[in-house]
Each structure stands twice: as structure tokens, then as C-alpha cells.
């Protein structure tokens, strides 16, 4: 009864059916459409259990330590009501999760590789280590701008649209002027920052922050920060591919 009941049977459970649609497409477009047996389905199988035991891992682990974590932060420096350490604890946060993003990491790599066999940079280790680090951190240092104004917005009130407005007409007005082979990188840029570590902690630290602070409303005024997270590294990584 106890198993049955436990918060980590019933998180197992979960995940196996946050995963079940995926493995149905495979499954129905391997035999009813390619008409073949799947290769090596005892690793399938072994890779789909972890899969489902990392999945529920992680959630337990926002659940129990990232959630309570960020909102604990955003009561204590509401309540220390000092602006310059909320900026600064927000632009370190939003610096801290991107630059450890796995997602991050590949694309930057991956970037770098393909920029030493286009003739962009050098093609050695050196010289694609230095790309990519450089693109990690222009992304890192743009979330961390994005977090700083989105939680400045949450202070001050501003309205969330026309912020994400103005941002998207300058990614517009900047593309044609960006070098073509970077305007790729910076969009995807965007996707990748809002990924495992980033969004868990930046939500929490935009719902605590708005719970704390007199006024604000946690449905209108927590939740927007991971727009600009997705935005701000378009238009940094397109300044980075005019400055190199």
C-alpha cells in the first residue's frame, strides 16, 4: 500500500506516460511504414527505462530542491529590499543555469566544428574551443540581461508585451546586417537557454518574486521571464557574429 502510494511509484508512473507517445510514433512508423524490426531492441528497451528513471529523478529533484530554492531566494532579497542585489543575484542566476545548459554546450560545439570547416575560424582545437566558449558565454551574459530586466519589469510593473515587442523588431531590424552564416546559430540560441536547468530555477525566482512583493500578481507578473530569456540571445549572438 505504502509503494503504492509513494510520491516516486506515482512520479515512475508519470513519466512512462509523459514517454508512451514517443515510443508509440517509433513503434507504429518502424513497423506499419518502414515495415522492419526494430535493431537492437534489448537497448531500446534499457535506454527507455532510463529515460523514464532520469525523468523521474529530475522532477523529483525540481519538486524537492530547485523550485523551493529559487522562491526561498526571491522571498529573502524581496524581504532585504535592496534593488541592486535582486539585480545582481537575478543577472548571476540567469548567467549560472545558461552557461551549464547541456543543450547549450552542443550547440556551441557543434557551431564551432562546423564554422572551422566553412573556413569562419581556424580549423583547430584551440581555435574551435575559443568559438565556442565565446558563444557560451554571449548567450550565457544575454539570459543573464534578460532575467536582470525581467525582474526589474516585475518590480516596476512594466507590461510584459511591449517589452517582448520592441525586442523582436530589433531581432528584425538586426538580422539583414548580421553575417548569414550566424543568423541560424542566434535563433536557435533562443530555443536552447530555456531548457533543464535554466527554466525551473528562473520560474521560481519570477513566482517568489511576485508572491513577496506588495501588489503583484503571481499569474500576470511571475510567469514571462523565459520570454525573454528566449529572446535576448538572439539578438547578443548576431552582435557576436558582427564583432568576430
Not at 503504492?4 to 514517443?22: G, H, T, W
Not at 572551422?116 to 565565446?134: F, P, Q, R, V, W
Request: hydrophobic content about 55%; aromatic content about 12%; glycine content about 10%.
Amino acid at each position: 500500500m505504502f509503494l503504492r502510494n509513494s510520491r516516486f511509484v506515482k512520479q515512475i508512473f508519470s513519466s512512462f506516460l509523459d514517454l508512451a507517445p514517443i515510443l508509440v510514433v517509433v513503434l507504429v512508423f518502424q513497423l506499419a511504414v518502414i515495415q522492419q524490426p526494430i535493431p537492437d531492441i534489448i537497448n531500446m528497451i534499457v535506454g527507455s527505462l532510463f529515460v523514464v528513471m532520469g525523468l523521474t529523478f529530475f522532477m523529483l529533484g525540481l519538486e524537492q530542491s530547485l523550485f523551493p530554492i529559487g522562491e526561498a531566494m526571491a522571498y529573502a532579497f524581496a524581504r532585504k529590499g535592496s534593488l541592486f542585489w535582486i539585480l545582481v543575484f537575478s543577472f548571476c542566476l540567469g548567467f549560472g543555469t545558461t552557461v551549464a545548459e547541456p543543450a547549450l554546450i552542443a550547440v556551441a560545439n557543434e557551431a564551432a566544428s562546423i564554422a572551422s570547416k566553412g573556413d569562419i575560424i581556424a580549423n583547430s582545437e584551440a581555435a574551435k574551443e575559443t568559438y565556442a566558449l565565446g558563444l557560451r558565454l554571449t548567450v550565457a551574459a544575454s539570459v543573464g540581461f534578460a532575467i536582470l530586466i525581467g525582474v526589474l519589469r516585475i518590480i516596476k510593473g512594466w507590461p510584459l508585451q511591449y517589452l517582448i515587442i520592441g525586442g523582436y523588431c530589433a531581432v528584425i531590424i538586426m538580422t539583414p546586417f548580421a553575417p548569414p552564416e550566424i543568423i541560424g546559430i542566434a535563433y536557435d540560441s533562443g530555443g536552447v537557454t530555456t531548457s533543464t536547468i535554466t527554466v525551473p530555477l528562473v520560474t521560481a525566482l519570477g513566482v517568489g518574486l511576485a508572491n513577496a512583493i506588495k501588489g503583484r500578481n503571481p499569474m500576470i507578473d511571475g510567469f514571462g521571464l523565459i520570454a525573454f530569456a528566449s529572446l535576448t540571445p538572439m539578438i547578443f549572438v548576431m552582435i557576436y557574429g558582427m564583432m568576430t
